[in-house]
């Protein structure tokens, strides 16, 4: 049976798609369209001549073995091969051809997008805010010419995306989906926040200074822990930068979102009391280290500061140091402590 295998390796070469695996695909293809023709043999194979452009299809019959003692039930044997190629195969091969080959496409194609971004996956890219109307939940950012997925878990409470808006988005996954190639990116990742700064501060990308933790609420507030591993740097001068440029750079990306960066530190009690900025903690008490809980001592008119509108400053505190953190008075602290040690002088 005829069939333009030349035009077909041609395509397929300028796919980049190598002639192994084109042939093993269009056997395939073409014994299971085979296989739903009248009277098909169980028992068949596809043989491709690509210099006579042609195919042929070999079938084997089952012929019934002779029983014996040792074998009352023996399989059947196989008889010699002939050609059993259908007369009007010639549309549906042809069919099953271009199938076949816009398959082999498609995935070529998946292969190339997933090598271009596979070494991406956690880090910042830009895009371009495109509109899908078949896809209102979601929002599609191209870069270059793929498409990458903003999904509505990773988009910022309260931020408007714009078509042909140009964003900076983290990549959270790489990956094959139900549709091809299925690039993921975020807005809310805490993750952003650290390759925004990255991109700013010098003293990130050589070592001489590192971002410990962040905790972010998008679009609201973000915390980060920094610490020096150089002599004489300044880890929080750095993030700031000169005059506050370096991290209003970074608020230009990410809107009204505020940003504290606090000091790290190994010392957990230090750390929690660092993480409570603005709020200045007058003492801390690990409560248990095994729980990582610990209560803060905060004076009376800087509660509500360490505290934080809708408890937003402590609960990221939390979560920046990985510490429950309970926040009293320091008043009330300092009373109760008079009060015990009163208690336990005798009269004179």
Not at 94 to 105: E, K, N, W
Request: proline share 5%; net charge negative; glycine share 8%.
């Amino acid at each position: 049976m005829e069939l333009d295998l030349t035009g077909i390796h041609q395509l397929a070469a300028e796919q980049g798609i190598d002639s192994q695996t084109l042939d093993d695909a269009l056997s395939e293809a073409l014994l299971l369209a085979y296989g739903k023709t009248q009277h098909a043999s169980r028992h068949a194979r596809v043989e491709l001549d690509e210099r006579a452009g042609t195919f042929t299809v070999w079938a084997r019959d089952e012929k019934p073995a002779e029983p014996t003692e040792e074998n009352p039930h023996p399989r059947p044997e196989l008889g010699e091969e002939y050609d059993d190629t259908p007369h009007d195969f010639g549309r549906l091969a042809a069919s099953t051809a271009r199938q076949v080959i816009r398959q082999l496409f498609r995935d070529a194609e998946d292969e190339r997008v997933l090598g271009a971004f596979a070494g991406q996956k956690g880090k910042l890219i830009t895009g371009v805010v495109q509109q899908d109307a078949k896809d209102s939940d979601n929002v599609h950012v191209a870069v270059g010419d793929v498409e990458a997925i903003l999904p509505k878990r990773e988009q910022v409470p309260g931020e408007r995306y714009r078509h042909g808006q140009r964003l900076r988005v983290y990549v959270v996954t790489v990956g094959r989906g139900l549709k091809g190639p299925e690039i993921v990116v975020s807005r809310s990742h805490p993750e952003l926040v650290r390759r925004l700064f990255e991109r700013e501060v010098p003293e990130l990308v050589s070592g001489a200074v590192s971002i410990m933790a962040v905790a972010r609420e998008a679009g609201a507030r973000t915390k980060i822990a920094v610490r020096a591993n150089a002599e004489g740097v300044n880890p929080k001068g750095a993030l700031i930068g000169p005059g506050g440029a370096r991290v209003r750079a970074v608020m230009e990306n990410l809107g009204p979102e505020k940003i504290d960066i606090v000091d790290w530190s190994k010392d957990p009690a230090q750390f929690v009391a660092s993480a409570l900025s603005p709020a200045v903690a007058t003492g801390v008490t690990i409560v248990s280290e095994k729980n990582k809980t610990a209560v803060a001592f905060i004076h009376d008119d800087q509660l509500s500061l360490a505290i934080g509108k809708e408890g937003q400053n402590a609960r990221l505190a939390a979560k920046l140091t990985g510490w429950k953190i309970g926040i009293e008075s320091a008043e009330a602290h300092q009373a109760q402590l008079q009060q015990a040690a009163t208690a336990e002088t005798p009269d004179a």
